[in-house]
C-alpha cells in the first residue's frame, strides 16, 4: 500500500450502527500524533435518498435482542465434537450462520451516512487540513467472517475427480464407495495455496453473492491435523461505505479527498494485539505466547485468540454485549477457551462501550498469571498528552485503521494487508475544477480569438499581394504624372461606352432581318425529323406563321406541333387511295431575334474584353496598358 508522506494527514473512519468515530493523524518525528477525534451520531438514511433526511436513529431500537443467536464463524468441513455439543445445549443455536445470505424475503438496504461524513471533512477543512487521506473501518455486523480449512487445493484435484465422477455418473455406474473416498480428503495437506484456490474454495462453502476484490483472507495458525486455515473476510450487502462514496462523489459542490482502505475490526484488533506484544517484548520469548483479545460493544463480543502473532481463533457473540456484567463476560470467554484448547493466556487485551474499569478487574480476577491491558492505552498520543479517556471506544478502530497509512513506522509486518473496497471507489476523485458554463464561455472565446487571427494573416496576405503588384510597376509609369494617366483612363472608359452604344444601336436594326428564313430553315427541319408530314402552305399573320399541310398520322401532326412550338387550329381525316391523310393548319409564333452572325460576333467582342480585363489585374497590366496606350 502506498504510505503518506510526512506532510499529509490520514482520517480513520469507524463505522458503526449508531455513531460514525473518526481520528485525524500526522507523523510528527517518525511517531503519529492525534491531531483531532470526530464522534456524529448517525441518522437513518437508505442509499439513494436524499442526503437531506437527518431523521434520528431511535435508541432503542438499536438495543440487540437478547433473543437472537450468536453469530459464529463458519467452518470449512469440520465435524460437531463433543464440546461443540455442550455449548450448543449450553448457549441454544451457537451455529447459526451469518445473515448474508440469499434466501426468501426483503432484502436489506444499505444506510449511508453522508452528511455526518460531509460534517467531519468540513470540520477538518476549517481546521486548515484541507484533504485528508481516509480510511474506513466498519463493525462486525457489516462484516462476514469465514474460516476456511484448506484440506486440498479447490482447483485442479477437485474439479478433475468432480469431471470424472460425473462421467461416471452419465454412464450408470456410480460406485459409492468410490463417491465416500471422493468426498474425503486426498493427497498430503498443501503447504501454500493462492488467492485463486480460496476464492474457489470461498464460493463452494459461502451461497450468498461475493465480489471477488473485496475479500481478503487472514492466515490462521494451522489445524490440529496439521491443514491451512485462513480467515475469509468480505463485506455484507448493507455495507455503509460504498452507497456513501457513491453519493458523496455524485454531489457537485465540493471534490471527495482520497480514500484508500476499507478494513474489519478483526484485523485491525489482530494488528493492535502485535503492537502491545511487541512494545511488551513478549516476541523474543522462547515459546510464542497466547494473547486474548476482548472487544465488548452495544451490539456484539468480538474475542480474539492469538497464538504468538498468529490469528489462532475468532468469534463474534451478538448475544453478549457491553451491558452484561463483567462477569459474564469472563465466564463466556473461559468457555471458548476450553472449547479451543487455547492454553494459559499471557496476555489479556480488553475494549468496552461500558464499564471497561470493572472488565479489567474481573479479568485480572479470572487470569491472575496473565498481563491485562486495554487497547485504549495503544492509541497514539495529542501534542498534549494522551486522549481522554472518556472518549467513545470506536476511536480505537478508527485510529488504528489510519496508523495503516503512516510510513514513518512499517506497520506492513503488523497490520494484515485487508481492503474490502471495490477499486473503481479508491484513490482521488476525478472532476474538473471549472463548472460547464465555464468550460462553454472558454470554447466561444477559443472560436472568437481563432476567428480574428485567421482574419488577421488574410488580410496580411491581401496587403502583401498589391505589394508585390506596386513593386512590379516600372519606375518611369511609377514617376509618371496622376492627372495624365487618370485622363488616359477616362479616355478608355468613354470610348468603350460609345462603342457598347453603338453595338445597341447595330442590334436594333439587326433584330428580326433575318427573322423568315431562320423559320423557314426551323420547320424544314422539323417536318424533316418527323416524316410522314409536308407542309404545303405558310402564311405569315402578324407575330405567327399559319401553316397549312398533311400527314399520315394524327399523332405525326401533334409531335410536329410540339416541335415548333405551335398550336394545331383545326384537324381534318380524309382517305386518298385507301390512306388515311390528315390535313392541318397550325399557327406557329414568331420570335424576333438577333441573327447567328450578330450573336457571333458579339460572343467574340466578350471574349476579348474578359482578355484585356485578366491582362490588366495581371502584374504586367500597367506596362501592356502603356504599350497600347503609346501604339494608338
Not at 114 to 139: H, K
Not at 487 to 501: P, T
Request: aromatic content about 6%.
Amino acid at each position: 500500500m502506498k504510505k503518506l508522506k510526512s506532510t499529509e494527514q490520514a482520517l480513520g473512519i469507524m463505522v458503526t450502527n449508531r455513531a460514525v468515530h473518526a481520528v485525524l493523524l500526522q507523523e510528527q518525528d517518525g511517531s503519529p500524533v492525534v491531531l483531532r477525534t470526530f464522534t456524529r451520531q448517525r441518522a437513518t438514511r437508505v442509499a439513494g435518498q436524499p442526503s437531506a433526511v437527518n431523521t434520528l436513529t431511535d435508541a432503542g431500537a438499536a438495543l440487540p435482542d437478547t433473543t437472537d443467536a450468536d453469530v459464529t464463524i463458519q467452518f470449512g468441513s469440520g465435524g460437531p465434537s463433543s464440546s461443540d455439543l455442550f455449548l450448543a445445549s449450553e448457549f441454544g443455536a451457537l451455529d447459526t450462520e451469518a445473515d448474508d445470505r440469499e434466501g426468501p424475503g426483503p432484502r436489506l438496504q444499505a444506510t449511508t451516512f453522508a452528511l455526518e461524513l460531509g460534517d467531519i471533512l468540513a470540520e477538518c477543512r476549517d481546521a486548515g487540513y484541507e484533504s485528508p487521506t481516509m480510511a474506513f473501518c466498519v463493525g462486525a455486523s457489516e462484516v462476514s467472517h469465514m474460516e476456511l480449512k484448506v484440506v486440498e487445493l479447490a482447483r485442479g484435484r477437485r474439479k478433475a475427480e468432480a469431471r470424472k465422477a460425473e462421467a461416471a455418473k452419465k454412464e450408470g455406474a456410480a460406485d459409492p464407495a468410490a463417491e465416500a473416498r471422493r468426498k474425503e480428503p486426498s493427497g498430503p495437506a498443501p503447504t501454500r495455496v493462492s488467492r485463486n484456490d480460496l476464492l474457489d474454495l470461498l464460493r463452494e462453502q459461502h451461497t450468498g453473492e461475493v465480489k471477488d476484490e473485496c475479500v481478503s483472507f487472514i492466515p490462521m495458525t494451522p489445524s490440529e491435523e496439521g491443514f491451512l486455515r485462513y480467515l475469509a473476510v468480505f463485506p455484507k450487502s448493507t455495507e455503509p461505505v460504498a452507497p456513501t462514496l457513491v453519493e458523496m462523489r455524485a454531489q457537485k459542490t465540493r471534490r471527495l479527498p482520497p480514500v484508500r482502505v476499507l478494513d474489519a475490526e478483526v484485523s485491525l484488533y489482530l494488528g493492535l494485539a502485535r503492537l502491545a506484544l511487541d512494545a511488551a517484548g513478549a516476541l523474543e520469548a522462547e515459546t510464542p505466547p497466547n494473547t486474548l483479545v476482548v472487544r465488548a460493544g452495544i451490539e456484539d463480543t468480538q474475542v480474539l485468540f492469538l497464538k504468538g502473532t498468529s490469528l489462532q481463533h475468532f468469534e463474534s457473540l451478538r448475544s453478549l454485549t457491553a451491558y452484561d456484567s463483567p462477569e459474564t463476560i469472563c465466564s463466556r470467554v473461559l468457555l471458548l477457551q476450553d472449547e479451543y484448547g487455547s492454553g494459559e493466556v499471557q496476555h489479556v487485551l480488553l475494549l468496552s462501550e461500558e464499564h471497561e474499569d470493572g472488565l479489567i478487574d474481573s479479568f485480572e480476577m479470572f487470569f491472575p498469571e496473565a498481563r491485562v491491558q486495554s487497547l485504549w492505552d495503544l492509541l497514539p498520543p495529542t501534542p498534549s498528552g494522551r486522549l481522554d479517556a472518556r472518549q467513545p471506544r470506536g476511536l480505537v478502530a478508527a485510529a488504528a485503521v489510519a496508523m495503516r497509512l503512516l510510513q514513518g513506522r512499517s506497520y506492513d509486518a503488523v497490520f494484515e494487508d485487508v481492503n474490502m473496497l471495490v477499486a473503481r471507489l479508491q484513490g482521488r476523485q476525478f472532476r474538473l475544477p471549472v463548472t460547464w458554463d465555464v468550460v462553454a464561455m472558454a470554447v466561444v472565446l477559443f472560436c472568437t480569438v481563432f476567428f480574428f487571427v485567421g482574419r488577421y494573416f488574410s488580410n496580411q496576405h491581401e496587403i502583401q499581394t498589391y505589394r508585390d503588384r506596386l513593386r512590379s510597376i516600372p519606375p518611369e509609369l511609377a514617376d509618371a504624372n496622376v492627372q495624365e494617366l487618370q485622363a488616359r483612363i477616362d479616355s478608355m472608359q468613354a470610348a468603350y461606352a460609345q462603342h457598347m452604344r453603338a453595338l445597341e444601336v447595330m442590334d436594333s436594326l439587326l433584330v428580326g432581318s433575318d427573322l423568315w428564313s431562320r423559320k423557314l430553315d426551323e420547320v424544314v427541319d422539323q417536318a424533316a425529323g418527323v416524316r410522314g408530314i409536308w407542309v404545303s402552305r405558310w402564311e405569315p399573320t402578324g407575330n405567327a406563321l399559319d401553316l397549312q399541310g398533311n400527314a399520315t398520322s394524327r399523332d405525326r401532326v401533334v409531335s410536329f406541333a410540339e416541335r415548333v412550338e405551335g398550336e394545331i387550329l383545326s384537324l381534318a381525316f380524309s382517305e386518298i387511295r385507301d390512306w388515311p391523310v390528315y390535313t392541318f393548319r397550325m399557327k406557329v409564333p414568331l420570335r424576333p431575334e438577333l441573327p447567328e452572325v450578330t450573336r457571333y460576333l458579339r460572343e467574340q467582342a466578350a471574349a476579348a474584353h474578359l482578355a484585356r480585363s485578366e491582362a490588366a489585374a495581371s502584374p504586367d497590366a500597367p506596362l501592356a496598358s502603356a504599350t497600347l496606350d503609346e501604339g494608338g
